[in-house]
């Protein structure tokens, strides 16, 4: 296939992709390459369709906060990491869940609120868990989780292994003080982490423009000496290959480096529905970025029977998560309890 | 004078030692266990407390840090979950406040929002300061703030033995512990064991006996309460005095089996009554109350206000050995006009030599 043009915009020259043979060699792709980043986008996608679907039951006992249209930075990101590497995503945190392989039924269970969930129903949408696999808790409180990533980056180097960690955050937490002090910590130690921005330019329903001085996010993080890149069009596999630049260079002790994800909510803050019609945002602002849909790219890139098999897998797992999350039973009374401390 | 004291022999080590001590032992013992915090790797080497363990161990496991406490807080939780045992070290507890998201939070609800995945074994060690006119800014007993979080426990020794056994048994717990401290606890002495040993959190120790009232005395305030008791005994008044060491857990059985005893209960803390620990402490003896038996209740600590600079002022912020045996004195006989003790002899309180473990 033919290998996209990068337009990403490096503030710096791509150290990672520094030639074009380099470029082509992470984004060389085979078919099996293809239905797997396919696999993950689409299952995200209709997970949170059926999430949609069901809500208005109030069976789902948890606030969502859908991924619908950010799909794509999860995917790209994740796909570039080993099983043992580790993420920590946000309250917007199932397509990251997902993408690096949490437990669909776990997921389910915990927003339906029953004891087999992620966290035995304690959690929610917002605090999805797979230690497992290497997801570290989302948070509820925007920022959270950057300097726990970080602290998380700190122990691997301290075990001298090769792992990395991926802190998923908004654009909103760039804004709380723990992002510059996170990011400067880890630059100072040269920890393996890859920080992940998903600009989606909102803040709940505040734009970027009535939040921001200037735009320059990537310059800003530049000063630190971290390096940093942006990808303005939600390309999947402009992303993925690099992340898979950046964690070559994190497994080399390069430290931190940085992308700005531009992306694009296509539903509300919280809640399954569509809200155009509050005002604050238009729908044709949505329109380029619907026509770039990846998941729609990557199914053309796919032989039709080939995709519809995936298709009948993804909707066969998304049809028995929820039967497990329908029939698991709620926790008992003394569930309150337990956990409270580590152990009890 | 000496107290009585389990330990009456063998070594006497300074708070700050014993706390060095502690660290250095686990830190030989567990290579998870790592020390860090703003100027524990400099010349003052936190009051003492961390002097040692920079040549001993290293850069990579005894650091100072950026001024980023909200961020460093949350780089302890991280490294806690991916199974190391941070020790993050802070001079003052006024800066506890910088670290309140990550401590309560994140740090306090982790095992239980993820339905215990994850593990946060982390201990903040604060010390609260005093005199020298520390004033608003470097001198509040915060630890009320983190008895009301469900998921933490909250530790405030009073003296060189629990500093270390305290020290040792917050490291090696598996939830993040507040390790409070007090500047003026720093150079007093106790006999402390060179082995390595644990005080258990949630079990008060009773530090001397007495059948007229039971005095409860947190942190720096248990060594203002045994002087009061001093001042009491020479009028023939004998409290029972009480350190509850852990404030979470926190014994209850120890102190309310006291007050029913002698049917009157002080708590002095080293903070605010309003809604602190003395209030906690207080409530829960009455609460427990059974059959009419009414023990008379009293709260001291600081003046509800900010601490001032000036020592003039200081002394009236402060509960002190004379204010804390007037108070007493009041409950106890309570027909006889106020007392106040002779003030040499309040002074000379200031000499007795307190060692624990009590």
């Not at chain 1, 993950?40 to 369709?49: D, F, Y």
């Not at chain 2, 983190?146 to 500093?163: C, E, I, Q, R, T």
Request: hydrophobic share 45%; proline share 5%; glycine share 8%.
């Amino acid at each position: 296939m033919r290998v996209l043009a990068f337009r990403t915009r490096a503030t710096k020259a791509l150290p990672m992709a520094q030639t074009a043979a380099d470029a082509n060699a992470a984004c060389h792709l085979g078919a099996a390459d293809i239905e797997r980043i396919y696999r993950s986008l689409r299952l995200i996608r209709r997970v949170e369709e059926e999430i949609i679907r069901i809500y208005p039951t109030d069976r789902i006992k948890s606030p969502v906060h859908l991924s619908i249209g950010q799909e794509a930075v999860s995917v790209g990101i994740c796909d570039a990491l080993r099983p043992d590497d580790v993420i920590a995503p946000t309250y917007r945190g199932h397509a990251a869940y997902l993408a690096k392989g949490g437990s669909l039924s776990a997921m389910m269970a915990e927003l339906y609120g029953k004891s087999t969930g992620v966290a035995g129903g304690k959690g929610g949408s917002m605090h999805l868990v797979d230690m497992s696999r290497n997801v570290l808790g989302t948070s509820a409180v925007v920022g959270t989780t950057i300097p726990v990533a970080v602290g998380y980056a700190f122990a691997l180097k301290s075990m001298k292994t090769d792992r990395v960690v991926v802190a998923f955050f908004g654009d909103g937490a760039t804004e709380e003080g723990v992002f510059a002090e996170s990011i400067n910590f880890a630059a100072l130690r040269k920890l393996p982490v890859l920080f992940v921005c998903e600009n989606n330019f909102y803040a709940i329903h505040a734009p970027v423009s009535r939040r921001w001085a200037s735009d320059k996010l990537c310059e800003r993080v530049e000063t630190y000496d971290i390096p940093a890149y942006r990808c303005d069009d939600g390309d999947v596999l402009k992303l993925r290959s690099l992340a898979l630049g950046a964690v070559r260079r994190l497994r080399g002790g390069a430290g931190p480096i940085f992308i700005e994800c531009r992306t694009y909510r296509w539903r509300e803050h919280v809640g399954p529905n569509f809200d155009f019609e509050a005002g604050y945002r238009s729908s044709a602002e949505m329109e380029p970025w619907l026509k770039n849909d990846q998941v729609e790219r990557l199914a053309a890139l796919m032989a039709p029977e080939k995709q519809a098999k995936i298709d009948a897998g993804i909707e066969q797992d998304i049809t028995q998560a929820i039967r497990f999350a329908e029939s698991s039973p709620f926790p008992t009374a003394e569930a309150l309890y337990a956990n409270v401390f580590a152990g009890t | 004078m000496q107290m009585s004291s389990p330990a009456h022999e063998g070594r006497l080590l300074t708070y700050a030692d014993a706390l060095r001590e502690a660290v250095a032992q686990e830190m030989r013992l567990d290579s998870r266990v790592f020390l860090f915090g703003l100027d524990v790797d400099d010349h003052k080497a936190i009051q003492g407390s961390t002097r040692g363990l920079l040549e001993e161990f290293g850069a990579e496991r005894v650091f100072g840090t950026p001024l980023s406490e909200d961020a460093m807080t949350g780089v302890a939780v991280g490294a806690a979950i991916a199974g190391m045992r941070p020790i993050h070290v802070h001079i003052r507890m006024d800066f506890l406040l910088l670290c309140m998201n990550q401590l309560v939070n994140v740090a306090a609800k982790s095992s239980y929002m993820y339905g215990g995945q994850i593990r946060v074994p982390m201990v903040v060690r604060s010390m609260i300061g005093k005199s020298w006119g520390q004033g608003a800014q470097h001198s509040q007993g915060l630890h009320a703030m983190f008895m009301h979080v469900p998921g933490l426990k909250v530790v405030a020794p009073s003296n060189a033995y629990d500093a270390k056994g305290c020290m040792i048994a917050a490291i090696r717990d598996d939830n993040p512990v507040i390790f409070v401290e007090h500047r003026l606890l720093y150079y007093t002495d106790a006999f402390v064991p060179e082995q390595s040993y644990r005080v258990a959190f949630g079990k008060a120790r009773l530090c001397t006996q007495g059948d007229d009232i039971t005095i409860v005395g947190i942190s720096n305030m248990l060594m203002e309460c045994l002087r009061a008791r001093e001042l009491l005994a020479d009028i023939g008044i004998f409290a029972e005095v009480i350190d509850p060491i852990s404030l979470a857990p926190l014994d209850m059985a120890t102190i309310a089996n006291s007050a029913r005893r002698t049917g009157r209960l002080l708590v002095v803390d080293n903070a605010w009554t309003s809604c602190g620990a003395s209030a906690e402490i207080v409530a829960r003896v009455v609460e427990a109350g059974r059959n009419g038996a009414a023990v008379q209740v009293r709260r001291m600590g600081y003046a509800p206000t900010p601490c001032p600079t000036t020592p003039a002022l200081e002394h009236e912020f402060y509960p002190d050995p004379a204010k804390i045996a007037k108070v007493a004195h009041a409950m106890v006989r309570p027909e006889e006009p106020a007392w106040t003790p002779d003030p040499t002899q309040a002074k000379l309180a200031y000499y007795l030599k307190f060692r624990g473990p009590f």
